[in-house]
Structures are given as C-alpha cells and as structure tokens.
C-alpha cells in the first residue's frame, strides 16, 4: 500500500466513524450539508466519500455540517 493510500483510506475510515457514531446515513448527510448551503446528491457523496480523495474541504462541510469538532486520529 502506497503511503497516498493510506492516507486516503485513513481520511475515509475517519469520516465514515463519525457518520456511524452519530447513526447517520448518506442521505442524512446530505441534507445536513443542504442545511449549510452544500448541496450534493446521496449517491455522489457516497461515491466522494468512498472513493477517499476528497478534499480537506469537503472534510471540514461534512464535519460542519454533522457538528463535528473533535477527531481522533488514532
């Protein structure tokens, strides 16, 4: 595993705990980013999220937008 990889799956694992943790699914993620001005279909953040290369700023919506103000990182 490349260290590009990693980080990427390591970013991934981190926003899908949070969404778990608070029990929410992708549409309920989509409509908390609605609720910030950020509108994306289901499917496509499904797709963003797994795909693991979204940007620092799509993290920093998402945690916005799920009340997100702490992460652990291990």
């Not at 926003?15 to 608070?22: D, G, H, M, T, V």
């Not at 953040?45 to 979204?54: H, K, L, Q, S």
Request: charged share 25%; glycine share 4%; aromatic share 8%.
């Amino acid at each position: 595993m490349t260290d590009e990889i990693h980080w990427q799956k390591l970013a991934t694992n981190i926003l899908k705990a949070e969404l778990a943790r608070r029990g929410l699914t992708y549409d309920d993620l989509r409509l908390a980013l609605e609720k910030i001005g950020i509108n994306k279909t289901a499917t496509n953040i499904n797709v963003t999220i797994n795909r693991g290369t979204f940007s620092f700023v799509f993290f920093l919506q998402c945690a916005e937008a799920i009340q997100l103000d702490k992460i652990q990182l291990k």
